[in-house]
T-cell receptor, first 114, second 109 residues
């Protein structure tokens, strides 16, 4: 079974803090994704990566950055957390090409910024 | 990508087949139909996808009408653990995966 793990299920941070969310997958997938999910807004793509050290902006990259130094690990960084970044953050991975839409998601990190 | 329309919610008795409909009347020839589900407090889970032919895997079956304007996801023997939001997505390769509102399926004992 594909396993995607995220470093924390729940996280509380203060406004202005730098926040790191870590994601690890164990299936040698090329693609990795970061989404946020908010009530009424569905899933929105923040960033994705199709290879080590490669990244592409999604729909809402502002206020976020990412890092992919190893194939299995994809980190999301909130440079200076703000209250409007309170959300559920979901990491996903997939194979490349036509299988890229069979995405395997982690359990999510519920981040609260106070 | 084509817009999909799903019922807001459905109920199903435990052990019975759950048939979840999806309308995608404007689907183009290059668009696939994908199904995901999201159980409460978990990340979405890929279920199945298809283009023209019916598909079956260990989780579900996908029936696509001949004109491709609608499809049905079938969970053959629903259990309480199948209670979730089910998303039907019409998607052309090269575009992003976009989740709509989905159907809330409640499986009841």
């Amino acid at each position: 079974d594909v396993k995607v793990t995220q470093s924390s299920r729940y996280l509380v941070k203060r406004t202005g803090e730098k926040v790191f969310l870590e994601c690890v997958q164990d299936m040698d997938h090329e693609n990795m994704f970061w989404y946020r999910q908010d009530p009424g807004l569905g899933l929105r793509l923040i960033y994705f990566s199709y290879d080590v050290k490669m990244k592409e902006k999604g729909d809402i990259p502002e206020g976020y950055s990412v890092s992919r130094e190893k194939k299995e690990r994809f980190s999301l960084i909130l440079e200076s957390a703000s209250t409007n970044q309170t959300s559920m953050y979901l990491c996903a991975s997939s194979l490349a090409g036509g299988q890229s839409y069979e995405q395997y998601f982690g359990p999510g990190t519920r981040l609260t910024v106070t | 990508d084509a817009k999909t329309t799903q019922p807001t919610s459905m109920d199903c008795a435990e052990g019975r087949a759950a048939n979840l409909p999806c309308n995608h009347s404007t689907i183009s020839g290059n668009e696939y139909v994908y199904w995901y589900r999201q159980i409460h407090s978990q990340g979405p889970q890929y279920i199945i996808h298809g283009l023209k032919n019916n598909e079956t895997n260990e989780m579900a079956s996908l029936i696509i009408t001949e004109d491709r304007k609608s499809s049905t996801l079938i969970l053959p023997h629903a259990t309480l653990r199948d209670t979730a939001v089910y998303y039907c997505i019409a998607l052309e390769y090269g575009n992003k995966l976009v989740f709509g509102a989905g159907t809330i399926l409640r499986v009841k004992s």
